[in-house]
């Protein structure tokens, strides 16, 4: 892997710059991604004007069934981006789990089956990539609790992009495998996720690597915005009332709700409030604790909880979640590890989703907030299910039964089917209960 010097970027009519959260200083659209006078993040702007003049509903369902329909919205320069069919993933109607929860219009977002990776990220990742590639990288990094690590091994192979990615060296064996499946260099960090960022930050400043989250974060967050934009379109050109979605740096959060406020601004949809709820783990509940305290800073904090992907002890846009959950009359709550589980489970046998620990945390605060009242029943609710379980098969084992094993004779299967039956009774007793 060679070093490589970031070539200057050219930019389309729609974004224009790099501006500062805090305090609006604007930066050429290069690979950086924290302001030099206050040490805010910085976030691409765009030119809304041309935006509202050029692009329409018609105009988009004319493009790619992919993330790239939305390209005038997002920070890339080229007509040719890394497309590897990532987005438009389905909005199920939930209708058991709905019931089940005593809701009437429930909506899963289910990124679970994302392509190529399976999560959320690979929306992230392939406009990050593609932005480095217009930048001049020819390797490319993260730091990752996993479902990064597998989206950016995964494009890059698809780019042709060297690829160095660094994770935990506990991460689950599923999301470990899932990432040299693809050939990059895979350093296990022996330490918590905060730390592997940290050590992350050292290598993009040393070796000049396009790092998606880190020197290419401006760029990278910005895929997150397509949940947003998918949800509006497949809602019938409709916003939602309210939407719970996983926290971890927080980024994801902010960004569903930039991309529902830039369709507004565009005339893509009608304004509408809607209120935005968060979901944490308790072993890892920064952006929770600090919106129960009712505190305006986050207080950092060392990850314990099955819940790996969402695992961010230092969350990054903790802040910007917290003032949008208030802003918008939402709320942001945690659930414990043997709650998570539950979620999953929920998830799956009511509307055959299997989703990962954050899904689990996710369905979990859902329930959560119902049982609470924090929820009208008659709002339309979305649901954001951002990875598949089938990468965090450990979490659940040992809380989903074992197979019946039968001879290879009728009466042998007729006498399992009796005793399954029987159990299955017995369930729906200790749930009446």
Known sequence: MTQTIAAQATTTATFKSLKCKECGAEYEPKATHVCEFCFGPLEVAYDYDALRRT???ETIQAGPNSI?????FLPVATNNPIDVGTGMTPLVRANRLARRLGLKKLYIKNDAVNMPTLSFKDRVVSVALTRARELGFSTVSCAS???LANSTAAIAAHAGLDCCVFIPADLEAGKVLGTLIYGPTVMAVQGNYDQVNRLCCEVANTHGWGFVNINLRPYYSEGSKTLGYEVIEQLGW?????????????SLFTKIYKGFREFIEVGLVEEKHVRFSGAQAEGCSPIAQAFREERDFIKPVKPSTIAKSIAIGNPADGVYALEIARKTGGNIESVNDAEIVDGIKLLAETEGIFTETAGGTTVAVLKKLVEAGKIDPEETTVVYITGNGLKTQEAVQGYIGEPLTIEPKLESFERALERAQTLDRLEWQQVLV
């Open 55 to 57: 692009v329409t509903r």
């Open 68 to 72: 790239w329909r939305y390209r005038p």
């Open 145 to 147: 609790t996993g479902n």
């Open 238 to 250: 409709e916003l939602p009332d309210r939407i719970v979605a996983p926290l971890a740096s927080g």
